[in-house]
């Protein structure tokens, strides 16, 4: 019922920028949060980042804090994930995801189609 196109992505030299866009459409929830995932060769997918939708409320990883910040654009339901101070750790495929909030907890039930972050040193 809900589709996330996302957009951006690419190569980026270390210590640069970089912004994620995720667009959701179809049906959306009435209380629901997005978050963007990450997901390196070999390694498991990690969270790096969401937000609820109605309140703001942020998460971050660790290792993301202070170079990473997620915002939301209410009226064309998108979220956006601009990466600064970019580090080659940070090379992954980037996944958006929307789900919703349920007793607290997110399902992300919805998930983006992923793009490429390569991070050069």
């Known amino acids: 019922q809900v589709q996330l196109v996302q957009s951006g992505g690419g190569l980026v030299q270390a210590g640069g920028s970089l912004r994620l866009s995720c667009a959701a459409s179809?049906?959306?929830?009435?209380?629901?949060?997005m978050g963007w995932f990450r997901q390196a060769p070999g390694k498991e997918r990690e969270r790096v980042t969401a937000i609820t939708w109605s309140t703001g409320n942020t998460y971050y990883r660790d290792s993301v804090k202070g170079r990473f910040t997620i915002s939301r654009d209410n009226a064309k339901n998108t979220v956006y994930l601009q990466m600064n101070s970019l580090k080659p750790e940070d090379t992954a495929v980037y996944y958006c995801?929307?789900?919703?909030?349920?007793?607290?907890?997110?399902?992300?039930?919805?998930w983006g189609q992923g793009t490429q972050v390569t991070v050069s040193s």
């Open positions: 179809g049906r959306t929830f009435s209380n629901y949060a």
């Open positions: 995801a929307a789900g919703e909030v349920v007793a607290g907890f997110p399902s992300y039930d919805y």
